[in-house]
Structure formats: C-alpha cells, structure tokens
C-alpha cells in the first residue's frame, strides 16, 4: 500500500510541475487569439465522515473540494487552481487563488455564473 500511495504522490507532483501557472495560461489564450473565457467553480466529491464540516457543501449535500476553472468557449480547459474546502464560496475560492486580479490584468472578458456575483474585474454574471 505504501508503495501505491508513493507513486499517486510522484504522479501528482509531476502534473503539478507540469501544469501551467495562471498567468502564463491566460497570456497563452490571448495569444491563441481568445476573445473571451468562462470561469466555474466545481465540488468534487470526495468519502469524509459526517464529522469533517470544512469539506462539507450544504448548496450540494455532499463533501467535496471546491477547485476553480477557466476554460476557452469550447470548454477546452485553460487552468485549474488548487483545491479548498467544499465549503468554500466560489467567489472566495475565486479571491483566494487571485484569479480575478489576473483577468484583470489580463483584460480577458470572462462569463460566470451567479456563484460569482459581486466580483470584481471583466467578469459578466447573470
């Protein structure tokens, strides 16, 4: 087991290493001529014991890690932030990963849903 569990470690730190930063993901969609994204928030779902409240979202019922996403408008994923508690808010986990600052200085027009109303910068709410 300890061997398996090394190896999913290994594994994630290399895509990790791999992966784009936010800055360098959104200079490469303005330079793959982007004109706007889409940012979403999604819980993935994760076993915990009823006890462990931080991971727990109420909005679904279930525990979970609330990662955020940018994405071109064919839903080609741009960059994936870090994960957080399932409980946290969209438009927190938004703020805690910077990612409204970086569209902004960006100046990528970005369409989100409701969760993230209230946001600063070029981001279009319903």
Same mark, same amino acid.
């Given at each position: 087991?300890? +061997? #398996?569990?090394r190896y999913v470690e290994e594994t994630v730190a290399l895509l990790r290493a791999r992966a784009?930063?936010? !800055? ?7 330079? &793959? /001529?982007?004109?706007?994204? =889409? ?9 915990? =014991? *009823?006890? !462990?409240?931080?991971? @727990? ?6 525990? /979970?890690?609330n990662i955020q996403v940018i994405a071109s408008? &064919?839903? +080609?994923?741009?960059? =994936?932030?870090?994960?957080?508690? /399932?409980? +946290?808010? &969209?438009? +927190? #986990? ?5 990612? %409204? *600052?970086? %569209? ?6 970005? %369409?989100? &849903?409701? /969760? @993230? ?5 070029? =981001?279009?709410?319903?």
């Open positions: 087991m300890a +061997t #398996a569990w784009p930063k936010l !800055d360098h993901a959104l200079r490469n969609a303005a330079q &793959d /001529g982007l004109h706007y994204l =889409v940012l979403a928030g999604m819980l993935i779902p994760i076993e915990r =014991v *009823r006890a !462990d409240r931080p991971s @727990y979202s109420a909005k679904h019922r279930m525990h /979970g890690m408008p &064919d839903g +080609t994923i741009i960059w =994936v932030s870090g994960s957080l508690p /399932g409980s +946290t808010h &969209d438009l +927190t #986990a938004a703020r805690i990963w910077a990612v %409204l *600052r970086a %569209l902004t200085q960006a100046g990528m027009l970005t %369409l989100a &849903d409701k /969760g @993230y109303q209230g946001a600063e910068g070029p =981001v279009a709410t319903p």
